[in-house]
């Protein structure tokens, strides 16, 4: 008889992270089981239905047979829609052929960017509190994260002289996330100018993570691909879902260093073969059609970041700067006398309002806590009272 024991799993996976959202959703839903209405702030997902004008354009498109594979790097048309709108928005030639490739997500540009070009001991540098897949895939290569902390004295925004001493000769590569995700926090153009000279003098990659530069309120956004001869050091993560409210069309696409680009397809081929057809094809309406969606749905999220930014500080206990970009409040819970983790246990299960402890996104996290504000102002409202009685009860 043979040995019942099952082989052990592979080592990697004991490095490899998650997403704390989906999991606080998963418990959000099990208590909806019981009747119980739930307030969620936990997902970072517009609540907007994709524009009519982009779901048309798939209907064509699956009508028209766009059900196959394409080229891995992308079909071209969307490739040269992207490299316009990259150029005309942050002023910088792309190449459409060589510089852009089309991906299932922007995920897999986090993933692949890493994978392409860092290696087991290198360290890279990235902001913390901060999107927790960042830092997965670097222990995932066996790279080192260096986390840099966002300071609320600071409005979250990562400071050039933190990341100046923080360089050894191990930096590989910078992450930049800008506008923030949990912090809603935007980087100055003179921010983004004095981090490209850092990149430039130490020899470094940037991954620049720019999903939401479409959803900013104050000021304007910067990329680091506008600064002259950062494309060739960049590699710039977008995509789809947030600007267009598609996070289910799977679509998103990486702009910059051609070899690295390369490298990238060439992970695409191995790992997903190429994005879908049909999403390609409506990725070409939404870059090229009307944007008039886009920026109502960003007038909405401002009123909703002002009354969730002006309840969050009317709770004792709770303070919120104003974020300036994305649509995630990122309040200071200290005062509450509880831990960031205990904190949103008990808001989920006494108040039923799903939300996300800030140590989900890192150790300087601790202190605060995220809620996402892509939903409704009626939603934004019930859920704030609720937090205000169970908070006040403590």
């Known amino acids: 008889m043979g040995n019942t024991e099952l082989p052990s799993h592979a080592e990697r996976m004991t490095r490899t992270g998650t997403e704390t959202a989906f999991e606080v959703f998963a418990m959000a839903k099990e208590i909806e089981k019981t009747g119980v209405k739930v307030n969620h702030f936990e997902m970072g997902e517009p609540d907007f239905d994709t524009?009519?004008?982009?779901?048309?354009?798939?209907?064509?498109?699956?009508?028209s047979g766009f059900t196959h594979y394409t080229a891995a790097p992308g079909i071209l048309e969307l490739r040269q829609a992207i490299a316009e709108n990259i150029s005309n928005d942050f002023d910088v030639d792309i190449d459409p052929e060589k510089e852009v490739v089309v991906m299932p997500g922007a995920k897999p540009g986090i993933f692949m960017s890493i994978l392409a070009t860092v290696d087991p001991g290198d360290e890279v540098i990235m902001p913390n509190p901060s999107f927790p897949i960042y830092e997965s895939v670097v222990n995932l290569v066996k790279a080192k994260p260096v986390p840099i902390p966002l300071k609320e004295e600071n409005d979250f925004r990562l400071n050039p002289e933190d990341v100046r001493n923080k360089i050894t000769d191990k930096t590989k590569m910078l992450?930049?996330?800008?506008?923030?995700?949990?912090?809603?926090?935007?980087?100055?153009?003179?921010?983004?100018?004095?981090?490209a000279e850092l990149a430039k003098e130490n020899n470094i990659w940037v991954m620049s993570d720019e999903i939401y530069s479409k959803i900013i309120y104050e000021g304007k956004h910067y990329s680091m691909l506008s600064v002259p001869?950062?494309?060739?050091?960049?590699?710039?993560?977008h995509g789809f879902s947030k600007t267009y409210a598609m996070t289910g069309w799977r679509l998103g696409y990486s702009v910059g260093n051609p070899k690295v680009i390369a490298h990238m397809a060439k992970l695409q081929v191995?790992?997903?073969?190429?994005?879908?057809?049909?999403?390609?094809?409506?990725?070409i309406e939404a870059l090229t059609g009307p944007q008039d969606t886009v920026t109502n749905m960003v007038m909405e999220y401002e009123k909703r970041r002002n009354a969730i930014v002006e309840a969050l500080n009317s709770i004792k206990g709770i303070s919120c700067k104003k974020p300036s970009g994305a649509f995630y409040a990122f309040p200071n819970v200290t005062k509450t006398g509880m831990k960031s983790k205990e904190l949103m246990m008990h808001l989920l299960n006494k108040a039923h309002v799903a939300a996300l402890h800030g140590t989900a996104f890192g150790e300087y996290g601790e202190g605060y806590m995220r809620f996402?504000?892509?939903?409704?102002?009626?939603?934004?409202?019930?859920?704030?009272?609720?937090?205000k009685v169970a908070v006040e009860k403590l």
């Open 270 to 283: 191995n790992i997903s073969s190429c994005a879908a057809a049909f999403s390609q094809m409506a990725g």
């Open 51 to 63: 524009p009519e004008n982009i779901k048309d354009a798939a209907r064509k498109a699956l009508a």
């Open 175 to 195: 992450i930049l996330n800008s506008p923030h995700n949990p912090c809603g926090s935007s980087l100055l153009k003179n921010e983004v100018e004095e981090l």
């Open 372 to 387: 996402s504000y892509a939903t409704s102002l009626e939603n934004i409202k019930e859920g704030m009272e609720k937090i």
């Open 229 to 237: 001869g950062m494309k060739e050091r960049t590699i710039l993560v």
